[in-house]
């Protein structure tokens, strides 16, 4: 039986079998589309390049932050900075103790001459005969005298007074250090700024001490003390932690 010519086999020659395509094998590939083509690449990333800061080098500390207990602390505007240790802070309050004692010295020698003088000038009341004016006279000018030593005496706490409240209050506040912090290369800051304490803390760190002098002065050496207590690691004293400040090594 013949059938109609089969137009894509006219001659009627016996057809292979057809395999399956096999991928590659007359047709292309179709390549998975590679990475940067239609989609951004991400770069890996590298320390201190798009990762959190506190996983990036060389990150700095936020302020406040000691450093392993190793005696440094970061603090604003001053970067890391060494703590002043308690031997160097005695070393400072020792050289401060010397400077104001001589000067102290040195007016209550100028109100001693003066009471001296005073009382020099006094005369003796019992050669002159009782009730005679002159003795009342003489009454008179001892009482006065006894007044002039009592004012001379009051002018000279005064003047000490004055001259103790101006040198810690008004040094530590615009300068950062009294005369023996300056020769041990010590300052006072303020922990939030690292700028000297400026009037209030400065008079705050002040007073607290004068305070506790009240109590026999045991509440002032408490607090010059005090520092060996603080748990932080700052070596804050009660009148540091009051005033906001830092002892800290130039």
């Known amino acids: 039986m013949s059938y109609p010519p089969d137009p894509n086999n006219p001659y009627n020659q016996p057809q292979q079998p057809q395999q399956p395509q096999q991928p590659g094998y007359g047709y292309p590939q179709q390549a998975p589309p590679a990475a940067g083509y239609g989609y951004p690449q991400q770069p890996p990333q590298q ?18 932050t000691l450093q392993a207990n190793n005696g440094y602390i970061n603090i604003a505007q001053l970067g890391t900075v060494k703590l002043a240790t308690m031997g160097q802070r005695f ?64 002018i000279m ?15 530590v506040s615009f300068a950062g250090a009294t005369l023996g912090k300056m020769a041990m290369g010590l300052r006072v800051v303020k ?18 001490p004068i305070v506790g002098a009240f109590l026999c002065y045991i509440g002032a050496l408490l607090v010059y003390l005090s520092p060996f207590f603080d748990n932080s690691g700052k070596l804050q004293g009660w009148h540091d932690r009051a005033a906001g400040t830092l002892v800290i090594k130039k």
Do not use: H
């Not at 005064?158 to 001259?163: D, K, P, Q, R, Y």
């Not at 922990?191 to 607290?208: A, D, K, V, Y």
């Open 91 to 154: 070393l400072a309050r020792l050289i401060d103790g010397l400077a104001v004692g001589a000067i102290i010295a040195l007016v209550m020698a100028l109100g001693l001459a003066g009471t001296l003088g005073i009382v020099k000038d006094a005369d003796d009341c019992s050669k002159y005969t009782y009730p005679s004016s002159a003795y009342s006279n003489c009454l008179q000018d001892q009482t006065d005298a006894a007044s002039g030593v009592f004012a001379t005496m009051m």
């Open 157 to 171: 706490i005064a003047v000490l007074a004055v001259f103790n409240l101006l040198y810690e209050w008004l040094l």
């Open 191 to 208: 922990e939030s700024t690292g700028q000297n304490p400026g009037l209030g803390g400065g008079f705050i760190r002040f007073i607290i």
């Open 47 to 64: 320390p201190g390049y798009g990762v959190p800061q506190q996983q990036a080098y060389g990150y700095a500390p936020a302020p406040g």
